[in-house]
T-cell receptor, first 114, second 114 residues
Framework: EAQVTQNPRYLITVTGKKLTVTCSQN?????MSWYRQDPGLGLRQIYY???????DKGDVPEGYKVSRKEKRNFPLILESPSPNQTSLYFC?????????????FGPGTRLTVL | GESVGLHLPTLSVQEGDNSIINCAYS??????FIWYKQESGKGPQFIID?????DKRQGQRVTVLLNKTVKHLSLQIAATQPGDSAVYFC?????????????FGTGTRLQVTL
């Protein structure tokens, strides 16, 4: 089954404790992206990757890191989480085209930073 | 389930009626638009898309209308069913920007009453 998976689905942590949220897709997509979703703000892009070893900042990259060592995986790293990073996070993937891309989303990771 | 928006505009319709969800976009350069459906506890799911060289596209029970003059997009759902209850997002892609980047609206909650 074609899908995007994320782990963990739920995470409660404390300020400053490094964490990684994993994302994996099995559709051989070049493009992968991380979004956060907050009430009243919709989905905002954090980072994206157009292919292996190619990553770039989205609209809200502060406090986050990513890596793309393999085509299927795109982990999101919070080196020192803070309470304002409490949010619902989604990973998405698509074929890399200039336009006309349907992005496939993972099920989401609910992160709470105390 | 996950709360994706505490203060989203809400459209309440009776089962069997038609629903119309509207979206205004701001970037006149955008040339591709998608409607996503997000059910509680899940990631956004593709419903239908439309390119800027079209003004209407129909799917199964759904129709998307695009008015580029006033930068307006609408999603029409025929014979609305309880399973249509969800938050609906429009998204746009600007071909002059980063390939594959989607910019999302803040969403509309559709509530289907019996």
């Amino acid at each position: 089954e074609a899908q995007v998976t994320q782990n963990p689905r739920y995470l409660i942590t404390v300020t400053g404790k490094k964490l990684t949220v994993t994302c994996s897709q099995n559709m051989n997509h070049e493009y992968m992206s991380w979004y956060r979703q907050d009430p009243g703000l919709g989905l905002r892009q954090i980072y994206y990757s157009m292919n292996v070893e190619v990553t770039d900042k989205g609209d809200v990259p502060e406090g986050y890191k990513v890596s793309r060592k393999e085509k299927r995986n795109f982990p999101l790293i919070l080196e020192s989480p803070s309470p304002n990073q409490t949010s619902l996070y989604f990973c998405a993937s698509s074929l890399f085209r200039r336009s006309y891309n349907e992005q496939f989303f993972g099920p989401g990771t609910r992160l709470t930073v105390l | 389930g996950e709360s994706v928006g505490l203060h989203l505009p809400t459209l309440s319709v009776q089962e069997g009626d038609n629903s119309i969800i509207n979206c205004a976009y701001s970037n006149s350069a955008s040339d591709y638009f998608i409607w996503y459906k997000q059910e509680s506890g899940k990631g956004p799911q593709f419903i239908i898309d439309i390119r800027s060289n079209m003004d209407k596209r129909q799917g199964q029970r759904v129709t998307v209308l695009l008015n580029k003059t006033v930068k307006h997009l609408s999603l029409q759902i025929a014979a609305t069913q309880p399973g249509d209850s969800a938050v609906y997002f429009c998204a746009e892609t600007d071909p002059t920007g980063t390939a594959s980047k989607l910019t999302f609206g803040t969403g509309t909650r559709l509530q289907v009453t019996l």
